[in-house]
DNA sequence: GTAATTCCTATTAAATCGATAGGATTAATG
DNA sequence: CATTAATCCTATCGATTTAATAGGAATTAC
């Protein structure tokens, strides 16, 4: 399941997306418009700073404002920062690997090789996707 | 990320796969070969017979058989007997729907779009492999 | 200097997960 | 019939994660 912390800062974003060219978006106006909870989203925004998706500006009149052009941020990429790993096992991840403890041999693993095509597919859609595409412009 | 209780139930479907033919498949087996603890792999064996991939057999002797063949046991079905919706968020899930507390109209949702594609990429997959294929039979 | 905003760290409450406990029930075997 | 070996069942526990909140520090516009 997605987490919550995720899917706000993907609506987050996308907010941010449609409201381009104007004035940093406020944390307060996001937090209303899309129903999330402002402290939470607070913590969100500050996660996506720092990871180079969103600028800010301090102080009155501050905000949040998007670094890269929309079409240039995969979904992808904002997935690992906030959901973390993409594959369903560690032992599969390409950003988050790991061996499973009960593996002696993940090659011969079953669990694996499924694991392996799962997030094949799912890495074509977030990688074809950037936030140009969620933000519908 | 995959629960141990759906990678262990994988496992253990697999191991009694490639077992099949003789006698049932007991569970001090299974957990010995796949280092899987035993009690655990007890309720998730339970869960398994009681969702209709698993027979069963009591006392001395005893364990645990296959109902259908391995070509007829699709992953998504295991898996949602055992993880839960395959979907990411529960606005897009096929089995499991529920609405977003924070979406006035989902179809407004950027987010659930994007999890739209992913489900049925991930769903491709998972239909698409039976235990047979797992099984390398 | 005041108000409005982001920044930062810590904390909490609830849910979930992985695993274990302890026995009840059932069946094979001699 | 007694013993042994297996599943069946319910409950519980501890650790982790998640979602959210608290409380103030720092910065900026005006």
Redesign the pocket.
């Known amino acids: ?8 800062g993907l609506k987050a974003l996308t907010f941010i997306a449609k409201s381009e060219g104007e004035a ?6 996001i937090s209303k418009s899309e129903n ?5 989203l ?2 969100i ?2 996660t996506l ?2 990871s180079g998706f969103l600028g ?9 404002y998007l670094i890269k052009e929309p079409s240039q941020i995969k979904m992808a990429d904002v997935m690992r920062v906030l ?2 790993p993409i594959a369903m096992v560690p032992c599969v991840s390409l950003n988050f690997y790991e061996k499973c ?1 009960d593996c002696p041999d993940e090659h011969e693993c079953s669990v694996h090789k499924l694991m392996i095509q799962v997030r094949d597919n799912t890495l074509k859609v977030l990688r074809n996707n950037t936030l140009e595409d969620l933000s519908g412009i």
Chains 1, 2 share one sequence.
Request: net charge positive.
């Open positions: 399941m997605l987490s919550k912390k995720t899917k706000y940093p978006v406020q944390i307060s106006e999330i909870p402002q402290k939470f607070e913590s925004m500050l700073r720092k800010s500006k301090k102080g009155k009149h501050g905000g949040y959901e973390g403890d």
